[in-house]
Structures are given as structure tokens and as C-alpha cells.
């Protein structure tokens, strides 16, 4: 359990200071004020206790709280509810977040509002769903969440399973030339020259780019070392930046069709959660496209809730911001017959399916590039050996 530095007033006015075990900053301030009577001007964790970092609980932790609070909400209260998710998720990060949140529901607090003030663990669609389901039912939108961000949680796992083979046999294939370069060919080398012998020319080109990657290799390397430190701050910093990054990449091939429905089916999954709860439509539109990551789908999906808000069509807006005709039909299926929140799901699930089928087309171009460039300094290696042996036998012969 973190321990807590805290300094303050007491009762009488002096001054105090110590140490208190707590599960959570906010408990541990709630206990010192209402049972040892002191004033808090300082409280902060000990440096054994710190956690460093973005403070970003595990997902699975916030899929696990989102399942078991909308199991309890059929029974118990939302306090009960809290008490009991709160504890053995086996993340501190968010066991921590989840004693705010029930010492501020506790205190009169909305659930929403307490879960607002931890955005590393809630992202606004998640908010704006429970503010809305407290209005409503609380237990259907949980359970919408929970659905949705297991959705989310099986489709990385499965962009991740497609694209891991062929990247690690990539990854492998470099290491591979590395080795060769650095080690091998020089060591074939020296055998060359010891034995009196002329390298033949192969030998003699792979020995050459040896020694450029020995002479400029720590050079290079600080030079990818800065980029990728430049690209990272530039990419974080920079949202014209990030969406110039998005738009490249929604050219290429494959991946960008990968990434659109990718973009796209999220989003209209976390749109029918907002639109199931009560959520407006625009609010909707503009709250679920801010929760995706692409920025290029992004600004097309708020460029829509901007012209449904000044009174046009969805499915309007949507062919008129270039998305793809399939998302406008169905929109404008649901919109029409009423049935909206039924044809965002039906989308997300279409979507989904054309996320795998794209991942399996990926991987299928990407297993051949990557067997060719972990076979080729094998190749080059294999041929150097093979003419430095028949150079050694005619020199024997003669």
C-alpha cells in the first residue's frame, strides 16, 4: 500500500508532519481531515512509493472495472458496485484512480464527474457515455462499454498477431546482415589474406560495405537515434504534424484502407454508445471522432457533426466529407428508418470484418518482402564462400 508525506495544521493550530498508509491520495487526505482533524498543506507519496510515468492504468484493468460495475449495477448500488471493483485488479494505477473515484462519489460527486478527472484511464466518449447513462440506465451503457472496449481490445490483438511474424522475420533479417557484415565477411577476410590469396570481387563488395557500416555505424546510429527522438517530440507536439504523418500513411497500399476501417469502426461503435445513452446526434459524431486516432477520418467525421449541427442529413454530410459510400448508405438506412444506433453497430461489425480481411491481405505482402530480405546477405554470404573456394582451388591447381 503507497505511503503518504503530509504536513499540516492540527486542531490547536501546530504544526504537524508524518507518514500514512493509504490506498489512494484522496483517502489518505479524507482520513487526515476527518480523523486526525488536520489541515493538509502538504501531501505527496514517498519516493518508494512514487509511480513514474504517464500514470496510465493497463486497459485490461479498464475493461475488467467496466464489465464487473455493469454485472453489480443489477443488484447493488453504485457505491457497493465501486467498493467491490476497486479492489484485487492487480494494477495499482488503477486501484488508485478507483479510490478517488468511490471517496468522490461517496462525497456527493457524479460518477462522471469523478471518472472525468482521470483522463489517462477514461477518455471523454467513455465520460459523456456515463453521464448520460446516469440519466437513463446505467447498467445497459456499462454493459455497451464493456462490449466495446473488448471489441477494441481483440482487434489490436489481432492487428498485432497478423503483422508480428512477418515484422519479427524482418526484425531477424536485419540482425542477420548485421552479424554478417560485422563479423563474418571481416573474418573471411583475414583468412583471404593470410592464406596469400585475392579475395574475388564478391568477397571484395561485402567486405567494403563492412567497412563503411564499421567506420560510419556509430554515426548512423546516432543519427536514427535523433530522428526518431525529433519524429517522437514532433509527432506528439505538432498536430498539423501528426495528421501530414496520417495522411502518408493513409496512401500506402493496403495500410491505408487497413487504417481507414479501422478509424471508421470504432467510431461507429462509440457513436451508438453515445446515441443509445441520450447523447445528441452531433455532440455524438464529433465526441466519438475525437476519441479515434486518425486524425485524417478525425477531421472528416467533425466536419459532419459540423453540417449536421447547421440542420443537414447524417448520411449527407458523410458523402460529402469523402467517406466511403458504404458508411453513407448505411447511415442514411438508419437515419430514415429510424434504427440508427442498430446501423452504427451493424457498420462497426462490417467494419471489423474488413479490418481482419485487410490485416491477413497485409501479411500476405508483407511474409514474401520479409523472407527476401532475411535471404539476402544470406545469399550474398553463401555465394562470397562459394567463389572464394573455387578462386582457392584453381590457385591450388596452378
Excluded: C
Amino acid at each position: 500500500m503507497p505511503t503518504f508525506n503530509y504536513a499540516g495544521t492540527d486542531a490547536l493550530g501546530n504544526r504537524v508532519t508524518g507518514k500514512l498508509e493509504a490506498p489512494a491520495e484522496s483517502l489518505a487526505r479524507q482520513l487526515l481531515t476527518d480523523e486526525q482533524h488536520v489541515t493538509v498543506t502538504s501531501l505527496r507519496p514517498t519516493l518508494i512509493s512514487r509511480q513514474w510515468g504517464r500514470g496510465r492504468p493497463k486497459r485490461e484493468s479498464v475493461l475488467l472495472f467496466t464489465r464487473t460495475t455493469s454485472s453489480l449495477l443489477r443488484s447493488l448500488t453504485l457505491q457497493e458496485a465501486l467498493e467491490i471493483t476497486r479492489e484485487d485488479l492487480g494494477d495499482p494505477r488503477m486501484e488508485s484512480i478507483l479510490w478517488d473515484v468511490s471517496v468522490a462519489v461517496k462525497r456527493g460527486k457524479t460518477l462522471a464527474d469523478a471518472l472525468e478527472v482521470h483522463p489517462n484511464a477514461f477518455d471523454p466518449v467513455y465520460v459523456a457515455a456515463v453521464r448520460a447513462g446516469e440519466q437513463a440506465n446505467m447498467h445497459d451503457v456499462m454493459g455497451m462499454l464493456a462490449t466495446s472496449l473488448k471489441r477494441a481490445r481483440d482487434h489490436r490483438r489481432k492487428v498485432a498477431k497478423g503483422l508480428g511474424y512477418p515484422l519479427t522475420v524482418m526484425a531477424i533479417g536485419a540482425v542477420v546482415t548485421l552479424v554478417i557484415l560485422y563479423v563474418v565477411v571481416p573474418s573471411f577476410a583475414k583468412a583471404v589474406a593470410d592464406a596469400g590469396a585475392e579475395a574475388p570481387w564478391l568477397m571484395k563488395m561485402m567486405l567494403g560495405a563492412s567497412q563503411v557500416l564499421r567506420i560510419a555505424g556509430p554515426a548512423l546510429l546516432l543519427l536514427a537515434a535523433g530522428l526518431t527522438i525529433g519524429f517522437t517530440r514532433a509527432y506528439r507536439g505538432n498536430e498539423r504534424f501528426r495528421t501530414s504523418i496520417d495522411r502518408a500513411l493513409m496512401r500506402i497500399p493496403v495500410m491505408g484502407t487497413l487504417l481507414r476501417h479501422a478509424a471508421l469502426g470504432a467510431w461507429a461503435r462509440l457513436f451508438a454508445i453515445l446515441y443509445t445513452s441520450g447523447t445528441p446526434v452531433s455532440a455524438g459524431v464529433r465526441l466519438a471522432a475525437l476519441a479515434i486516432g486518425n486524425r485524417v477520418v478525425r477531421n472528416q467525421l467533425v466536419a459532419v457533426a459540423d453540417g449536421h449541427a447547421h440542420g443537414r442529413a447524417l448520411w449527407q454530410e458523410m458523402k460529402r466529407a469523402g467517406l466511403p459510400p458504404t458508411a453513407a448508405k448505411m447511415t442514411q438506412v438508419g437515419e430514415e428508418g429510424g434504427r440508427l444506433a442498430e446501423m452504427m453497430l451493424d457498420l462497426a461489425e462490417h467494419y471489423d470484418e474488413e479490418t481482419s480481411h485487410t490485416v491477413e491481405k497485409l501479411t500476405n505482402k508483407i511474409e514474401p518482402i520479409a523472407i527476401v530480405i532475411i535471404m539476402i546477405p544470406v545469399g550474398l554470404l553463401v555465394a562470397g564462400v562459394y567463389t572464394l573456394m573455387s578462386a582457392s582451388m584453381e590457385a591450388v591447381v596452378r
